[in-house]
């Protein structure tokens, strides 16, 4: 199928930048190509970015890259009820968040993720710039368009 959707895909922001619009930091999660012998969710992960910066190595060429705080998967294939994968940012053994610097090349596109919200009534303080730091799962929107339901699917 055609993997840009109708009419093309032109160009997508993914942003990490602490201050959007006079307002709250916005770090943008993503879909990272890791594993080309599979299709789908199998051969990316989710991610969130936390910075974009390039660095000039001593052989003299420039790499673009991201800093990167890694989402697990909460199951080895999608929720039974949804149809949708779920993830959950993932942390090392002392708590600290389990980061990496990864080429901007390995980004596929920007990722939707909605939170899954259980039983409880969501606090008025959630809003659009918290829920990532605030809830412990999330679903990956296959729904978001015609691109996100080839990837996650």
């Not at 997508?12 to 599979?38: C, N, Q």
């Not at 998967?73 to 708590?95: C, K, N, Y």
């Not at 259980?118 to 809003?127: H, K, L, N, T």
């Amino acid at each position: 199928s055609d993997p840009s959707g109708i009419g093309g895909m032109r160009r997508e922001k993914i942003r990490a930048i602490p201050v959007w619009h006079h307002g709250p930091a916005r770090y943008d999660t993503l879909f990272m190509s890791t594993d080309d012998t599979f299709n789908g969710m199998l051969s990316m992960e989710v991610a969130r970015v936390l910075c974009f910066f390039s660095f000039i190595y001593t052989n003299g060429y420039s790499y673009s890259c991201a800093l990167i705080h890694w989402f697990d998967r909460i199951a080895d294939e999608p929720d039974d009820l949804t149809g949708m994968w779920m993830v959950r940012p993932s942390f090392m053994a002392d708590g600290s968040k389990n980061l990496s610097v990864i080429h901007v090349d390995s980004i596929v596109r920007g990722a939707h993720l909605l939170p899954i919200f259980g039983r409880e009534q969501v606090p008025r303080s959630v809003d659009f710039h918290n829920s990532l730091d605030i809830y412990r799962g999330f679903y990956v929107n296959r729904f978001a368009d015609y691109h996100a339901f080839e990837l996650a699917s």
